[in-house]
């Protein structure tokens, strides 16, 4: 099927779901040379939530108020931070080979690249001010109205792009997520409520399917210069695919593969200890886990919002803090080491900010109780 003319889906699923099975099935299609550069246009039937990839749940979202109010939410095989996404929004999702002479390669392109594109795109469709805001955000006169993540591995971009159609339970999402303080300290405005618009109400009337469907076309020629999309649908190898993604991502094994509880379990000694830090990039918050023995980093977990390239390149980071000198110069200067390698790529996200969560780590250093 690989070749020929771009393909636009259609369809409707819940953004959780979509998140751990059909995205990432369509995206190894893609890959495989199973199905053509896609376009998805997906609505989403239900509200759900989910978390990025290299986040732990337990630091992201408020699990207690999850669990006592029935709120689903999954870990994304993509980058970026949590997403409330809700019933009557969308995602609009390019799964395209970096071959093309529009499809950028690298993080550092594709964020300003895509997003200026599409905020043009809107603005004259739409008649608002709608502008790219680094790194990876589409606002409205400082309101967020498009959060994305983005994937580029295997010679294909993956960047998923929600949509808020439809007024968001700001509320409800805020309990669900709560907001650490240096996520928003750089935001003109800082509660959740203040800090979200939508579609319709920037628009001034009603969206449906069709008009989305029309703004995506729009938006596809402008940013790639193709505008023929040809409608398909899902086929077989990706159902199948998507079948074995959900089962995958649907474990507790996996939702909870960046947590403590899973990273420190059978490690940990009488006279070890633990510290958090957290600190705010310009690429997205870093939360940085140190656990220190007779002076040297035993474990490191690196969590966060950004979005690194390769995605296994965090775990990299990891691995290379094992071992280090428990102290402020020490790891910053591992970081810096491990930046600097030409297959790794963290978009707005230096040494320094790493070092930072890293330095507020070590201050935080409590005996561990077993």
Not at 313 to 341: H, I
């Amino acid at each position: 099927m690989a070749g020929g003319n771009w393909r636009l889906i259609v369809d409707e699923n819940s953004y959780a779901d979509f998140s751990v099975s059909v995205s990432p099935a369509i995206e190894k299609a893609v890959v495989n040379g199973e199905a053509p550069p896609t376009v998805y246009l997906n609505i989403f039937d239900v509200d759900s939530i989910t978390i990025g990839v290299n986040e732990d749940p337990e630091q992201a979202l408020d699990l207690e108020f999850c669990s006592q109010n029935g709120i689903s939410f999954r870990r994304r095989p993509n980058g970026g931070g949590p997403v409330y996404a809700g019933a009557g929004s969308a995602f609009l999702v390019f799964f395209l080979p970096t071959s093309h002479p529009e499809v950028p390669e690298t993080t550092t392109e594709a964020f300003p690249k895509v997003l200026t594109a599409f905020a043009e795109t809107m603005a004259q469709r739409y008649g608002f001010p709608a502008e790219y805001r680094p790194l990876n955000d589409v606002q409205v006169e400082g309101r967020k109205l498009v959060p994305t993540s983005l994937k580029i591995e295997n010679g294909v971009m993956t960047f998923r792009i929600v949509i808020n159609v439809k007024p968001i339970d700001t509320e409800l999402a805020g309990k669900i997520m709560p907001m650490p303080p240096e996520k928003v300290k750089d935001k003109v405005l800082k509660d959740m409520t203040s800090r979200f618009t939508c579609l319709e109400r920037e628009a001034g009337k009603p969206i449906d399917t069709a008009e989305l469907e029309a703004m995506v076309r729009e938006a596809t020629a402008h940013t790639f210069g193709e505008e023929t999309l040809e409608n398909g649908s899902v086929i077989d190898v990706e159902h199948v695919y998507a079948d074995e993604f959900r089962a995958e991502y649907e474990s507790d094994d996996w939702l909870f593969a960046k947590s403590e509880k899973t990273r420190f379990a059978g490690l940990l000694q009488q006279g070890d200890t633990v510290g958090l830090g957290r600190a705010k990039a310009m690429g997205g918050l870093i939360w940085a886990t140190l656990v220190l023995r007779d002076g040297k980093v035993l474990k490191a977990i690196i969590n966060g919002d950004w979005h690194p390239r390769p995605l296994d390149s965090v775990a990299w980071l990891e691995d290379s803090l094992t071992g280090c000198a428990g102290d402020a110069d020490s790891l910053r200067n591992c970081a810096a080491e491990f930046l600097a390698r030409d297959d790794v790529e963290f978009a707005g996200v230096t040494a320094d900010d790493l070092g930072a969560a890293m330095e507020i780590a070590l201050g935080a250093q409590s005996p561990v109780t077993l």
